[in-house]
């Protein structure tokens, strides 16, 4: 569930616009799934896999069709190649009927109107009431008044800790911002090349961004949808803690991939790390009962927030089988679907609450990462936010750490970014 750099041009999602304006199957079309006789409808689904080799997909996709009748014609694409192609395919007239997308796409697939709402089918969904309330937020367009997307699986962000130099320090894994930045500045020792805290300036770390933002109270958006990024006290202050946080990082943090801050982090030249589940295992297998895991430290701990990452699935507004899309996509979300997907060498955590409270799952990372799921956001459903994640968010930050401008100049110039897409 990596961001994906978006290569398409401005006038081919013009084009798909366009095109999508006039067909019979526009968003203002959808219908109740009631009204419609689903079996023996055909449909195409678009997938994409980090281990092409897992066969859960297909396989769920043959027991929705012996149970409803409904074909599902799998196509699985290239993650690398999915948003592109997908793009193609709507302006050429040739998209599929659903297909899964990421986080960062759906603001861009709103605003061109490349998908199609779906509050008519989820109000009337059994399973609604069973996937992760919090989830839904990410689901939406920036409002929160209207759905575009059923969840499918999500990663949560909290914070990874060495017991054992937490130990030797005589420290406690912090709770609150003001804990976080002590003990960052405590377990900072440059002559031993021990450092706090690794911040990951380098590629894709806007989401570590993010998540320290947002726990410090941070908001990108207001109530009624509006970015507020550059004007918002408490963001402010959170980003001069973040960058702050240079100081007490190991050289070279600020163009660090997560490759290179687990490395740091499994060295010892780093006590705390921000990630998710996907770090679990390696991190596991090199640190043992050195490794420890809390939910992000809050300014506010009895209100807290953390970021969520998404995979979900949606319906192509050109698609003239939307109620056998949607009886496909909302199959994926329910039990069934989610403990097999749960299970498999591709999965993450389940969006569904049943599952996610299931025993066989829960261990130290999945508990932390499900708990505090239930207090989590995503990045908000905007157009400019995967030109933030490719390019923005790296250059204004890496500007900001640099002392070549001011905490707030970087975060307006994010929340620009985020409002126009440029």
């Given at each position: ?28 079309s959808?219908?109740?799934p009631s ?22 997909m ?8 012996a149970?409803?009748?409904i ?7 290239p ?25 960062p796409?759906?603001g ?12 008519s ?7 609604k ?11 939406e ?9 059923v ?5 949560v962000?909290?914070?990874?800790y ?20 002590a ?35 941070g908001?990108l ?15 402010e202050?959170?980003?001069?803690d ?7 990082s ?24 921000i990630?998710?589940?996907?770090s ?14 809390v ?5 506010d ?12 699935n ?7 089988h939307?109620?056998?899309a ?14 097999a ?10 969006v ?11 261990n ?19 157009p ?12 204004q ?22 409002t126009?897409?440029?």
């Amino acid at each position: 569930m990596k961001p994906h750099k978006v290569l398409a041009t401005a006038a081919a999602l013009a084009t798909a616009a366009l095109l999508l304006a006039g067909c019979s199957g526009s968003p203002s079309s959808t219908a109740s799934p009631s009204a419609t006789s689903l079996r023996g409808q055909s449909i195409t689904y678009w997938y994409s896999l980090d281990d092409s080799t897992d066969t859960t997909m297909q396989k769920l996709a043959d027991d929705f069709t012996a149970k409803t009748g409904i074909k599902v014609n799998m196509q699985l694409v290239p993650l690398n190649q999915f948003y592109d192609k997908l793009v193609t395919a709507v302006s050429g007239g040739q998209a599929p009927d659903a297909a899964e997308i990421n986080t960062p796409w759906l603001g861009q697939l709103i605003d061109q109107k490349v998908i199609a709402p779906l509050n008519s089918y989820v109000d009337g969904w059994s399973g609604k009431k069973d996937i992760i309330p919090s989830l839904w937020s990410g689901m939406e367009d920036p409002t929160g008044k209207t759905i575009y997307a059923v969840p499918q699986k999500y990663l949560v962000y909290y914070l990874y800790y060495r017991k054992d130099l937490f130990q030797a320090a005589g420290l406690k894994p912090p709770t609150t911002h003001a804990q976080f930045m002590a003990d960052a500045k405590a377990l900072t020792d440059a002559s031993s090349g021990q450092y706090g805290f690794d911040i990951r300036g380098g590629a894709n770390g806007q989401d570590q961004w993010l998540a320290w933002l947002l726990s410090g109270g941070g908001k990108l958006l207001n109530s009624s949808g509006k970015v507020v990024l550059g004007s918002n006290t408490a963001a402010e202050e959170a980003n001069q803690d973040y960058l702050t946080l240079l100081k007490y990082s190991p050289p070279g943090a600020i163009g660090d991939s997560i490759a290179q801050v687990e490395a740091n982090f499994e060295a010892g030249h780093a006590a705390m790390i921000i990630h998710h589940i996907g770090s679990s295992k390696v991190l596991s297998a090199a640190l043992g009962d050195k490794l420890g895991v809390v939910p992000i430290p809050q300014t506010d701990p009895k209100n807290p927030t953390y970021l969520s990452s998404q995979n979900m699935n949606a319906i192509l507004a050109p698609s003239e089988h939307k109620a056998a899309a949607f009886a496909w996509i909302s199959y994926l979300a329910e039990k069934k679907a989610q403990v097999a997907y749960t299970e498999s060498v591709n999965g993450a955590l389940p969006v569904d609450s049943k599952v996610a409270d299931m025993a066989e799952f829960k261990n130290q990372f999945w508990n932390v990462s499900t708990e505090s799921g239930k207090h989590s956001v995503s990045w908000p459903s905007l157009p400019g936010v995967t030109q933030v994640q490719t390019t923005v968010w790296q250059k204004q930050m890496q500007a900001a750490f640099l002392g070549q401008q001011s905490s707030r100049q970087a975060l307006q110039t994010i929340g620009s970014a985020l409002t126009d897409g440029n």
